[in-house]
């Protein structure tokens, strides 16, 4: 992404927008980000507790990390897929997450119209993560002791979203 773009991105909402550079990423971080706009705080990589309370906090995600996209959910959270393609299509199909691609203006566009207020993605609710509930270990206990459980049962689809 240019440097203008990235600033024009930016600019869309008032509010601070967080950079955690990954790890692998950190030591080979692109010239044009080294000077990002007024309010971009570009951070070191975060420990998971740290970056669940950003996530909790946060108006929108854009990621192309799997494990962000099945975290993203719990907190009733829209996530812009900055890929071609997922291996997590639940989060598509319950309509917390919409691929978007790499394409710049794609990028800026769906982000502008979800802080705005004018995306045709459902409004985020924490009704329910498609990627589970939270109760694995206590099935496998449970499963492992030979007692009755309930099984984990994604929600419905809110909207196909294509």
Do not use: H
Request: proline share 7%.
């Amino acid at each position: 992404m240019s440097a203008s773009t990235s600033r024009r991105e930016i600019s869309v909402s008032a509010s601070t927008t967080v950079l955690p550079v990954r790890w692998i990423l950190s030591a080979a971080t692109p010239s044009e980000a080294s000077e990002p706009a007024a309010n971009v705080e570009r951070i070191e990589p975060l420990d998971y507790r740290s970056f669940l309370r950003l996530l909790r906090r946060c108006r929108l995600v854009l990621s192309d990390s799997g494990g962000v996209q099945e975290e993203a959910p719990t907190f009733g959270k829209r996530v812009l897929v900055l890929r071609e393609k997922t291996e997590r299509p639940e989060g598509i199909e319950a309509g917390f997450a919409r691929l978007v691609g790499t394409d710049e203006e794609r990028i800026f566009d769906e982000a502008s119209r979800i802080l705005s207020g004018r995306s045709d993605l459902p409004a985020p609710t924490r009704s329910g993560n498609p990627y589970g509930d939270g109760r694995a270990a206590e099935r496998i206990v449970s499963a492992l002791a030979g007692i009755p459980y309930e099984p984990f049962e994604a929600a419905a689809p809110r909207v196909a979203v294509v």
